[in-house]
């Protein structure tokens, strides 16, 4: 599976912003997506998971602002990210596995998307 991300951009503390990840190649349905974020200098970290069923699971940084959804007949998953704050300014990247890999160590993997919050 092949993934795209977008969607990223510049913001201000407190706006929301929707990224999204599109997948090329077969039985998207199948796999768990989710996101991971970098800033500079820092390890990469999950963000937000979603399996093929609709469960969802976040780090606690984030829970409450933002959102995983997916849309399997447009091979396309989702974050909604709201009350934005500079913490949040990272590359996100998104990837796929199966589950029980989604939330530690995905097989597959997108190009990032740079979003940075102004204070």
């Known amino acids: 599976v092949q993934l795209q991300a977008s969607g990223g951009g510049s913001v201000q503390a407190g706006d929301s912003l929707r990224i999204s990840c599109t997948a090329s190649g077969h039985y998207f349905s199948n796999y768990a997506t989710g996101w991971f974020r970098q800033a500079p200098g820092k390890l990469r970290e999950f963000v937000a998971a979603i399996n093929s069923k609709g469960t969802t699971a976040y780090v606690d940084s984030v829970k409450g602002r933002f959102t995983i959804s997916r849309d399997n007949a447009k091979n396309t998953v989702y974050l909604q990210m709201n009350s934005l704050t500079p913490d949040d300014t990272a590359a996100y990247y998104c990837?796929?596995?199966?589950?029980?890999?989604?939330?530690?160590?995905?097989?597959?993997w997108g190009q990032g998307t740079q979003l940075t919050v102004s204070s």
């Open positions: 990837a796929a596995d199966q589950a029980s890999r989604i939330t530690t160590m995905p097989r597959y």
